[in-house]
T-cell receptor, first 116, second 116 residues
């Protein structure tokens, strides 16, 4: 597709449930980022992939969060044993630059996760 | 650690008047600076960036921003506001270190309301 696609757009999970959020970046984009955006806040960095390599996972809030990009294209963000504080919009972005470079990122519409 | 400050949660401006959305930053070395806009229920869209060169940067939809190194600022401006400019605006920064991965940090956002 022409842009970054995320699915599902909305996810309601019961506390303790595992969830998987999918991101389809723009074809050919080397860099892929995941961000968490709480209501009324700016995006907070979670993790960064260059192709299939996860170069930075310093923003993942706990070991319940796990991300992968096994073939260097589609990425999945998995949250295990969800908690209420995980409720947020999860944004995926991709860019053609490497190492986070000087190129702008293209964002998906996000997945709004609500943990009840 | 790098940071971005957007001191105004909301900016109100009358349609046709000039607008300014403020951003200051803190980063080691030379910065790469970005502005993004977010419309309701949509992902962030890139507006403009400063990497190097001319301090006045022009971007999409008639927006421009001026990089001021001494004041560590990168304020977003537009000569004549439109009602359709009403949205949430985010400033972002990363260190412009050559050859190394650097994380992008976002501000908390400024809501722009253009009044007809």
């Amino acid at each position: 597709g022409a842009g970054v696609s995320q699915s599902p757009r909305y996810k309601v999970a019961k506390r303790g449930q595992d969830v998987a959020l999918r991101c389809d970046p723009i074809s050919g984009h080397v860099s892929l980022f995941w961000y968490q955006q709480a209501l009324g806040q700016g995006p907070e960095f979670l993790t960064y992939f260059q192709n299939e390599a996860q170069l930075d996972k310093s923003g993942l809030p706990s070991d319940r969060f796990f991300a992968e990009r096994p073939e260097g294209s589609v990425s999945t963000l998995k949250i295990q044993r969800t908690q209420q504080e995980d409720s947020a919009v999860y944004l995926c972005a991709s860019s053609s630059g490497i190492l986070g470079g000087n190129t702008e990122a293209f964002f998906g519409q996000g997945t709004r996760l609500t943990v009840v | 650690a790098q940071s971005v400050a957007q001191p105004e949660d909301q900016v109100n401006v009358a349609e046709g008047n000039p607008l300014t959305v403020k951003c200051t930053y803190s980063v080691s070395g030379n910065p790469y600076l970005f502005w993004y806009v977010q419309y309701p229920n949509r992902g962030l869209q890139f507006l403009l960036k400063y990497i190097t060169g001319d301090n006045l940067v022009k971007g999409s939809y008639g927006f421009e921003a001026e990089f001021n190194k001494s004041q560590t600022s990168f304020h977003l401006k537009k000569p004549s506001a439109l009602v359709s400019d009403s949205a949430l605006y985010f400033c972002a920064v990363r260190a412009g270190a050559e050859g190394g991965y650097q994380k992008v940090t976002f501000g908390t956002g400024t809501k722009l309301q253009v009044i007809p």
